[in-house]
Structures are given as structure tokens and as C-alpha cells.
């Protein structure tokens, strides 16, 4: 079980895990606002029950907005777990086709590893376009790639509790929850062949 850390503010920081979250409620550095009351941690002397929501004492500066390297979970999660040539999201993907990332203009012709330069791909569309632009494959872009939303980008990874999108949305609003809270097409399906 994870915990959602909030700012003094509460502004929604980070996820942590349980045993981080006592450590910083003993440590005096946070309060549990939301908890297990199942679940404990036990010492000797003490018993603490499992935060699943803590709020810091003391207000961290962070920075309004810094760039996020990007990587491919972060890219798939921006993208929709989409191809963003043919559309089809990971779940319709078949046999050895998997999610990859392109490079809209292909490295070996001067093109970044940056936002605006990577899109999602099926390794179908990724093998048709090559080393080739989108034009040039006679493949086109469902839309054109940009750096997320730093809000967007922290929080479409995450896994969290009802308890927990109770607080993204009074700060961030429901736009933000949407963005945390898998839609039943990006749950794994099982697969049963007969």
C-alpha cells in the first residue's frame, strides 16, 4: 500500500511508500490526515496505523514547472497507451505487436529525443515508417506531439485509492483525477483461448 504525501499547502507532492510516510509522521515532518485503520505498524513501544494520506508540516518549494526526461512510461501514459499512427491502444494489439517510440523525425536525420520529437507507436507502424518521416511512410500523426502537463505527467502513472483522488481533485480538479484513474480499456485483460 502507497501513500499520497501532500504539500503543507496540499497540493498533492508524491506517492510514497507506507513505511516512508510513518517514518516522516514520527520524524514529526507530516500528520496522517487519511488512514487503515486494518493495517498497523507495530514496535515495542509504539503502534501507528497505515497512512494512505499524510500532509507535510512544513512547506516545500517546488518549482512551478522543470522538464521530465522522457521516458517511455511517460510517453505511453501522454499518448493514451495509443499508436498515434493507426490508433490502436495496447489492449488491441496482437501476437508480437507491442507499444514502441518513434522519433516523428527519425534520429539519423537530426531529430531529438525530446517531446515534441517522440510519439507512441505499434511496432507495426514503427517498422512500415523506418527511418523515414510520418509523410514519407504515407502515415500521419493523430495529433502532434507536445511536453504533457507537468500535473498530467506525475500523476497518470500512479495507482491511487478513491481516498487518495479525493484530494487530487479538491486541489488539481477532476480533469486531474480522470487523468490518475484507469478507464477499464488500460485494466490487463485476461485472455482466455479455447
Not at 20 to 34: C, M, N, P, S, T
Request: a positive charge; charged letters at 25%.
Amino acid at each position: 500500500m502507497n501513500c499520497l504525501a501532500l504539500n503543507a499547502s496540499f497540493e498533492p507532492l508524491t506517492i510514497v511508500s507506507a513505511r516512508r510516510a510513518v517514518r516522516l509522521v514520527l520524524d514529526g515532518k507530516a500528520e496522517i490526515l487519511e488512514q487503515d485503520d486494518a493495517r498497523r505498524f507495530r514496535s515495542e513501544h509504539r503502534m501507528v496505523p497505515l497512512p494512505t494520506v499524510i500532509r507535510l508540516v512544513r512547506y516545500i518549494h517546488v518549482p512551478y514547472r522543470f522538464r521530465r526526461q522522457v521516458t517511455n512510461t511517460f510517453l505511453f501514459a501522454r499518448d493514451g497507451y495509443q499508436c498515434q499512427y493507426c490508433g490502436r491502444h495496447r489492449n488491441e494489439l496482437r501476437g508480437r505487436e507491442f507499444l514502441t517510440r518513434d522519433h516523428v523525425l527519425p534520429v539519423s536525420r537530426g531529430g531529438g529525443n525530446s517531446w515534441e520529437n517522440v510519439v507512441t507507436s505499434c511496432s507495426a507502424c514503427n517498422n512500415r515508417k523506418g527511418d523515414r518521416v510520418p509523410r514519407e511512410a504515407g502515415l500521419s500523426l493523430q495529433c502532434r506531439p507536445a511536453e504533457p502537463n507537468y500535473v498530467h505527467l506525475v500523476w497518470v502513472v500512479r495507482s491511487v485509492t478513491e481516498t487518495q483522488a479525493k484530494y487530487i481533485r479538491m486541489f488539481y480538479g477532476a480533469e486531474a483525477v480522470d487523468a490518475v484513474t484507469p478507464s477499464p480499456t488500460d485494466l490487463p485483460q485476461s485472455s482466455s483461448q479455447a
